[in-house]
């Protein structure tokens, strides 16, 4: 199968501070990682599409001094979440995928909540 | 702009009761359509792959078929344990093979 672990799996954090989630794709190599935030009842919603050794491509109206991405590796990828204020409180969750027109598989999640 | 809808909104199953969950989509040129179940605070749990109209896919009381402008995910008596939220997305072939497009999702309830 293809496993791809995200950790946390949850963390509170204090308002200003900064919050690091790491996605790991387990027993694969992925060309291409993906960064999703859910909120409460309502589908993913796309924040960035990352590379492994590359830029990420952020959707609009996501700040990517924000929301900072790493691909540093074919099995690793992780966000930041700088300077973290409730309002970022949510759900995200990280896929990755062998190729492109392939089935993504996605991790666990990361519950964050901002105090 | 890439439209995918599912419906219904979500489902009420007696134990047993087949049925079938729909997604749309005006995508032209898909290069992939997958099924995910996703179940609360978690993230989604991959079920099938279809790339071309009349293809069909199974796993246990699942289902998945695709046509030109849609696909059905057919539960076959269900269980309890079926309950989840069941997505779809669509890779569009404009943007270079990056970005799904996920539908809302279909919330399927089976009481036992």
């Known amino acids: 199968g293809a496993v791809v672990s995200q950790h946390p799996s949850w963390v509170i954090c204090k308002s200003g501070t900064s919050v690091k989630i790491e996605c790991r794709s387990l027993?694969?190599?992925?060309?291409?990682m993906f960064w999703y935030r859910q909120f409460p009842k309502q589908s993913l919603m796309l924040m960035a599409t990352?590379?492994?050794?590359?830029?990420?491509?952020?959707e609009q109206g996501v700040e990517k001094d924000k929301f900072l991405i790493n691909h540093a590796s074919l099995t690793l990828s992780t966000l930041t979440v700088t300077s973290a204020h409730p309002e970022d409180s949510s759900f995200y969750i990280c896929?990755?995928?062998?190729?492109?027109?392939?089935?993504?598989?996605f991790g666990q999640g990361t519950r964050l909540t901002v105090v | 702009e890439d439209q995918v809808t599912q419906s219904p909104e979500a489902l009420r199953l007696q134990e047993g009761e087949s049925s079938s969950l729909n997604c749309s989509y005006t995508?032209?040129?898909?290069?992939?359509l997958f099924w995910y179940r996703q179940d609360p605070g978690k993230g989604p749990e991959f079920l099938f792959t279809?790339?071309?109209a009349g293809e069909e896919k199974e796993k246990e009381r699942l289902k998945a078929t695709l046509t030109k402008k849609e696909s059905f995910l057919h539960i076959t008596a269900p269980k309890p344990e079926d309950s989840a939220t069941y997505l779809c997305?669509?890779?569009?072939?404009?943007?270079?093979?990056?970005?799904?497009?996920f539908g809302p999702g279909t919330r399927l309830s089976v009481l036992p």
């Open positions: 896929s990755a995928r062998r190729q492109r027109n392939t089935e993504a598989f």
């Open positions: 027993d694969f190599q992925a060309t291409t």
């Open positions: 990352s590379n492994e050794g590359s830029k990420a491509t952020y």
């Open positions: 995508v032209s040129g898909l290069r992939g």
């Open positions: 279809l790339y071309s």
């Open positions: 997305a669509v890779q569009p072939p404009d943007n270079y093979g990056q970005n799904f497009v």
